[in-house]
């Protein structure tokens, strides 16, 4: 059975840092991706960054290129998302996904394993 804890949420000033965690259990490597979606309120669900557990690749989404980070531990099943120079906009709950790769990486339907969320909330 697949299971997500995510942790690491908080509430910082804009500029600030936070960095999230999500450990998987009962998840093979082959062919899987790892990734981070975030939802405001009254917003769709949209990806911000993913990764490939058994290759590294990476994606992002443009909004956070050149602030956020998403890495993994390969041993431990487990994916960061360091998040630098917040902004207010972006103030939401972060998630994180599992699943086969392919179909798209931003794509939520692509993923049919979720994480609680970890709020995250910057101020100006």
């Given amino acids: 059975q697949v299971q997500l804890a995510d942790s690491g949420g908080g509430s910082v000033q ?13 998840i093979t490597h082959i062919n899987t991706c790892m990734a981070w979606f975030r939802q405001a309120p009254g917003k769709e ?36 998302l360091q998040m630098d120079s917040l902004k207010p906009e972006d103030t939401a709950m972060y998630i994180c996904a599992v699943d086969s790769c392919g179909g798209g990486w931003s794509n939520r339907i692509m993923y049919k394993y979720w994480s609680q969320g970890t709020q995250v909330t910057v101020s100006s």
């Fill in 14 to 26: 804009a500029g600030g840092s936070l960095r999230l965690t999500c450990a998987a259990s009962g």
């Fill in 45 to 80: 669900r949209e990806g911000v960054a993913a990764i490939a557990l058994d290759g590294g690749k990476t994606h992002y989404a443009d909004s956070v290129k050149g602030r956020f980070t998403i890495s993994r531990n390969y041993a431990k099943n487990t994916v960061y």
